[in-house]
């Protein structure tokens, strides 16, 4: 028997079936029309935002990470609830626009912008958080040529990480930003060629649960922006401090303690570094803001015996939810938040084998999990499926196509 990770809380159950936005998940099937189907609840979106801003200093603004979550619906739902928007692509700035976002709210980070890119984003007032000295200079040279300052920024890779990261996007050799002790230079003469100076951009990190090592880490990239902010000469408009609050996916693990988060945050910014007097703050989240709030329906298709073990055969499978298959970053596998929706609640009584509809060994979405009974029809919920689940997944792979989506 292996165990699941924990439901996150703010799930209930209606006549024994799980409910997502207080209505049972069979509901929202019927009015999609179809399954597999991602559901993503906007009240357990509204309430992390607002328990985030309930702990955060007012000085400290919101962005959100398109790249979790780029589903329009959700980019839109984002518009009024969040201070910026941080994307990574020119067809994610064109979600935003569609969704009547302000450019000038919006900031472009990620390595090989395209010059195409470069030049949507400058022509619209967005923020180039600059990844390399080369870009630096096509984001001049394009904006010489449209006649506009381009507003820029510039990503640091600082040469410290956030310890117990998930993914580390700092710190060492590193295809993400400009070494910190090159950003100097590389500011002054952006600056001295007429871009519109927007500050820095210190991202140290992702899925991190530990308080200690985030409040490590946003500690460090003050430190550091202060140091740069005084070397560069001129003031820091913004500081974009990076986010990397995780979700607790697997069992034994924890959520971020962001009282303890905040209060740090609080007694930092209280004294700041005169470097940064008149700095904006802000972090950038994606996971932490829509990954508890969606699940993943997918429905019994089959139910077969092999060698003695059960396998109930869905019509879900690793092309939309690549990260609980345990395939998208983790070296050993583990069981993602589950359950049968449509036996929520009910006594768990076999070991099964919750797998999806792929020709290959690697589409498992719980092993040896007890369950209640299922049978064909029933449906399966993977929990934690709100942040790169249906476009951090192959859903190319055999032909299946994608999974639908509702906002509830
Ligand atoms: C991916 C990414 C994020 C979001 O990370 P989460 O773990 O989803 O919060 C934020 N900033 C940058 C620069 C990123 O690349």
């Known amino acids: 028997m292996k165990p699941v990770g924990p439901i996150p809380p703010?799930?209930?159950?209606?006549d024994g079936e799980l409910a997502i936005s207080g209505r049972r998940a069979s509901e929202w099937v019927a009015q999609a029309g179809r399954t597999p189907l991602f559901v993503y609840s906007k009240?357990?979106?509204?309430?992390?935002?607002?328990?985030l801003r309930a702990h955060l200093p007012a000085r400290v603004g919101l962005n959100y990470a398109v790249k979790a979550n780029p589903h329009p619906a959700v980019i839109a739902h984002m518009a009024p609830l969040v201070d910026g928007f941080?994307?990574?692509?020119?067809?994610?700035?064109?979600?935003?626009?569609?969704?009547?976002?302000?450019?000038?709210?919006?900031?472009?980070?990620?390595?090989?912008k395209r010059d195409e890119e470069l030049e949507a984003a400058i022509g619209a007032g967005?923020?180039?958080?600059?990844?390399?000295?080369?870009?630096?200079?096509?984001?001049?040279?394009?904006?010489?040529?449209?006649?506009?300052?381009?507003?820029?920024a510039v990503r640091v890779n600082p040469s410290f990480v956030m310890t117990g990261s998930g993914m580390k996007m700092g710190g060492g050799a590193k295809q993400f930003g400009v070494d910190a002790e090159r950003v100097p230079a590389l500011a002054r003469q952006l600056i001295a060629q007429g871009a519109e100076w927007r500050g820095l951009h210190i991202f140290t990190g992702s899925q991190t649960l530990s308080a200690d090592a985030i409040i490590e880490a946003q500690g460090n990239v003050l430190d550091l922006a202060a140091a740069l902010t005084e070397e560069i000469g001129h003031g820091c408009p913004k500081l974009n401090m990076g986010g990397g609050l995780g979700i607790p996916y697997f069992p034994g693990d924890t959520p971020v303690d962001l009282a303890r988060v905040g209060d740090a945050l609080t007694a930092r910014v209280a004294a700041l570094p005169g470097a940064l007097?008149?700095?904006?703050?802000?972090?950038?989240?994606?996971?932490?803001?829509?990954?508890?709030a969606g699940v993943y329906l997918a429905r019994i298709i089959d139910r077969k015996i092999s060698h003695g073990a059960t396998f109930l055969v869905t019509d879900g499978g690793l092309h939309h939810q690549l990260a609980a298959s345990g395939n998208f970053g983790t070296v050993v596998r583990r069981n993602y938040p589950s359950a049968i929706a449509t036996q929520y609640g009910a006594e768990p009584t076999e070991e099964v084998n919750i797998v999806g509809c792929l020709c290959t060994p690697l589409d498992r979405l719980a092993d040896n999990a007890m369950m209640p009974h299922a049978d064909v029809g029933d449906l399966v919920a993977i929990f934690c499926a709100g942040a790169y689940g249906a476009t951090a997944s192959p859903s190319a792979f055999l032909g299946h196509g994608p999974a639908a989506e509702l906002l509830v």
């Open 10 to 14: 703010g799930f209930d159950a209606i």
């Open 43 to 51: 009240a357990m979106i509204d309430a992390r935002v607002a328990q």
């Open 86 to 112: 941080d994307i990574a692509s020119a067809g994610e700035l064109a979600l935003c626009v569609a969704a009547g976002i302000d450019p000038r709210r919006i900031s472009f980070a990620g390595p090989g």
């Open 126 to 152: 967005v923020t180039l958080n600059c990844e390399s000295e080369g870009e630096g200079m096509r984001a001049l040279a394009i904006g010489q040529r449209l006649g506009i300052a381009p507003r820029i």
């Open 277 to 292: 007097a008149d700095t904006a703050l802000c972090l950038e989240l994606g996971r932490y803001l829509v990954g508890e």
